[in-house]
């Protein structure tokens, strides 16, 4: 069946653009995570969704990030007035509501340059 | 000091070869351990996940956790060229619909 699905998959920015990220879960599942992959840096946790609402965006690193889901399925990732720091790959996963012990399934992730 | 610590490598080692990866970690909660596997360009895959102390082994692979020195390890087999990739340890409290906290990740090659 298929994956996790993001786009676009690359995407170049100037500095002080905004740009939007989109990420296409595997049908029926309800928790959808956002994560954030810098070189040296491993996977950063930005945002955690449960259906469409956000129990933990504890992880978003500045007000210039938000993210919305909708009709419990699409969510997109938002930077607004980009920064050369913001660079990195955005990685989305899913899994199943409440199933303990289902991992992670991971998109290939969308790899942002700020110029 | 990061929670999750991993030698980010990179290792080489010879085709054939037992391929030994590990992290340390410092959160006492932490209770499920797991082991991504990622390809260049790909998003992590899940390899192993352990719960609590003690060793799993799934055919070439197994996965070790020592809670009370907080240190987990991955153990390879007959290692094979398909087995290069970044491996990345990754540890919750919970496990499902719960962030996880990864490791930097470790950069393995296999050489033919």
């Known amino acids: 069946g298929a994956g996790v699905s993001q786009s676009p998959s690359n995407k170049v920015t100037e500095k002080g653009k905004d740009v939007e990220l989109r990420c296409d879960p595997i049908?029926?599942?309800?928790?959808l995570y956002w994560y954030r992959q810098s070189l040296g840096q491993g996977l950063e946790f930005l945002i955690y969704?449960?259906?469409?609402?956000?129990?933990?965006k504890s992880g978003l690193p500045s007000d210039r990030f938000s993210a919305e889901r909708t009709g419990g399925s699409v969510s997109t990732l938002t930077i607004q007035r980009t920064q050369q720091e913001d660079s990195a790959v955005y990685l989305c996963?899913?899994?199943?509501?409440?199933?303990?012990?289902?991992?992670?399934?991971f998109g290939n992730g969308t790899r942002l340059t700020v110029t | 000091q990061k929670e999750v610590e991993q030698d980010p490598g990179p290792l080489s080692v010879p085709e054939g070869a037992i391929v030994s990866l590990n992290c340390t970690y410092s959160?006492?909660?932490?209770?499920?351990f797991m082991w991504y596997r990622q390809y260049s360009r790909k998003g992590p895959e899940l390899l192993m996940y352990?719960?609590?102390?003690g060793n799993k082994e799934d055919g070439r692979f197994t996965a070790q956790v020592d809670k009370s020195s907080k240190y987990i390890s991955l153990f390879i087999r007959d290692s094979q060229p398909s087995d290069s990739a970044t491996y990345l340890c990754?540890?919750?409290?919970?496990?499902?619909?719960?962030?996880?906290?990864f490791g930097t990740g470790t950069r393995l090659t296999i050489i033919p």
């Open positions: 352990t719960y609590s102390s």
């Open positions: 990754a540890m919750s409290a919970n496990f499902g619909n719960e962030k996880l906290t």
């Open positions: 996963a899913s899994n199943p509501t409440g199933a303990k012990g289902s991992p992670l399934h």
């Open positions: 959160n006492s909660a932490f209770q499920y």
């Open positions: 049908s029926g599942h309800t928790a």
């Open positions: 969704f449960q259906g469409n609402s956000a129990p933990d």
